[in-house]
């Protein structure tokens, strides 16, 4: 361990607050929870301090197919409700959360180890979306019905797709399961969801709380590991689309296997952000930008401000006051006074990211801060800043997926593109300038499908959200996942 290398960060230690009354156990198909046709139980574990919190089960292909059977038994009736209808009930479902939210934010933070202000902010999002998706499953804007062809009067129809599959990942549990059933339902669909096997609690006791909201079968939730829960999601033939939040690889496995059926396939998957810093930029401002976008829910986040390019006339300041930023941060458990940052989300994930630093050492790079694991119970790592690292480094290309940034330099605008576009990665970047022109140009340059001028991680329910290249397709948020959960009818009339 070098100088730079000693350990800077304690974790704050509060007690738990105790954990909410636990959703029931088994699976919610039909709008009751059933006995799982398996015996199997996946342990669900605070990471924050290592103890297990409850089981829930190891679902199996015939628990999916139980769901889907209720699933497409409620379409034709969910399908044939109004707008207005919809709108209504996915109202209460967001009053419903606000009225929950203290049980929410607590059962949130005990599965995932989250700080409190992330909680909240995860709470706040989806009671958010849900309001956001019942106005816009009342206000689609198509093209005009009217005649195209001379005596023929053509009417387009929005229609939804049918039953859809929904994969949501660990990092945001409540939030990533309303941006996806929020538009599912909106737009008219049923649907079956499986939740992280790690992080199923919230949504289940959503589940729980909505269950007399909700028509019987419109939603259901089936737990249990993907390759097997997931897997038959993907290819089960009377799946109309299949949506997934999560990594490459679990993505390509999920279109791999939508592919026999021929369904549509939403994939929203994972990101290594590029924050480009020029040298006219406000640099105080750049590096507690990365403070905030590169640290949040520890760097568990596929937009997270993970890799600075930075111009070589300003790279020593930039990085002194990022690494200023960063000795500050505090690691704390849920509870603890003014934490920002908290675990990682089991001990797989804690390994994973340790054994990254590792490659980091091996490959002689700086570790400016942290990189150290925390002693103590729960999987906690230092927040770190890795700097002098070279073009095509695997670091930069690599997701690691916690508190880790790493630091680059270019000498032109040019190569500053060339450079954050080479990733296979194009969910997400952020440009940082005073030049008005450049904060134009090099946007559009950017091959991301959201990029940030000047601020990194800022969300707005009503803007899209999605990636190109190997982060997927399809958006999640705003009016267009609507559009991306319903499909379009022409019919058109012979009036000759």
């Known amino acids: 361990m070098t100088t730079a290398e000693k350990t800077l960060f304690t974790v704050l230690r509060a ?40 089981q829930v089960p190891a679902g199996t292909a015939e628990d999916v197919d139980a769901a889907v059977e209720a699933a497409v038994a409620a379409r034709d009736a969910w399908a044939a409700t109004t707008p207005r209808d919809r709108s209504a009930v996915l109202l209460r479902i967001a009053d419903i959360i606000e009225a929950n939210r203290e049980a929410f934010e607590t059962l949130e933070a005990a599965n995932t180890g989250k700080p409190a202000a992330v909680a909240e902010d995860d709470i706040s999002s989806a009671i958010d979306t849900f309001r956001f998706s019942a106005g816009a499953a009342r206000a689609y804007s198509t093209l005009g019905s009217d005649d195209y062809a001379e005596n023929h009067t053509s009417v387009i129809h929005r229609e ?90 679990s993505g390509q496995k999920v279109a791999a296997a939508a592919a026999g059926s021929v369904k549509r396939v939403h994939l929203e998957l994972g990101g290594k952000a590029p924050v480009v810093v020029f040298a006219d930029a406000d640099l105080e401002a750049a590096a507690k930008g990365v403070r905030s976008a590169g640290f949040w829910n520890g760097g568990q986040e596929c937009g997270a401000a993970c890799r600075v390019l930075v111009h070589e006339s300003v790279a020593d300041k930039f990085t002194g006051l990022l690494v200023k930023e960063i000795s500050e941060i505090t690691v704390g458990t849920p509870g603890a006074e003014d934490a920002e940052i908290g675990s990682m989300i089991s001990k797989a994930h804690y390994e994973r ?16 801060v942290g ?126």
């Not at 690292?389 to 630091?407: L, R």
């Not at 340059?445 to 190997?470: C, Q, R, Y």
């Open 371 to 496: 990189g150290n694991a925390i002693e103590g119970p729960g999987y906690f790592i230092e927040p770190t800043v890795i700097t002098n690292v070279p073009a095509q480094a695997p670091i930069t290309s690599n997701e690691i997926f916690g508190p880790v940034v790493s630091v680059e330099t270019f000498s032109t605008d040019e190569e500053a593109v060339e450079r954050a576009n080479e990733t296979i990665y194009g969910l997400a970047a952020s440009v940082w300038t005073k030049d008005s022109a450049r904060s134009l140009t090099v946007p559009r340059k950017l091959d991301f499908g959201t990029v940030w001028v000047n601020s990194h991680l800022v969300i707005a329910t009503e803007m899209p959200w999605g990636g190109f290249k190997g982060s997927g397709y399809g958006r999640d948020l705003s009016s267009y996942a609507l559009d991306d959960f319903s499909r379009t009818k022409h019919v058109m009339y012979n009036r000759g």
């Open 160 to 249: 939804p797709v049918g039953v859809v599959g929904v994969i949501t990942p660990w990092n945001y549990p409540l939030l990533m399961a309303a941006w996806k059933i929020a538009p599912v339902l909106g737009a008219g669909n049923t649907l079956v969801l499986k939740p992280s096997e790690q992080t199923p609690l919230t949504t289940l006791k959503l589940a729980e709380l909505i269950a007399d909201e909700v028509p019987a079968g419109v939603l259901n939730i089936v737990t249990g590991p993907g390759r097997v829960v997931g897997n038959r999601l993907s290819e089960h033939p009377r799946v109309d689309l299949v949506a997934i939040t999560g990594s490459v690889g």
């Open 353 to 368: 990211v340790l054994a990254a630093l590792d490659d980091v050492r091996k490959d002689g790079h700086t570790i400016a």
């Open 15 to 54: 007690d738990a607050p105790p954990v909410p009354s636990l959703p029931p156990f088994g699976q919610f198909i039909g709008g009751q929870f059933v006995a799982s046709t398996s015996t199997e139980k996946v342990d669900v574990v605070n990471p924050a301090t290592e103890e297990v919190l409850t």
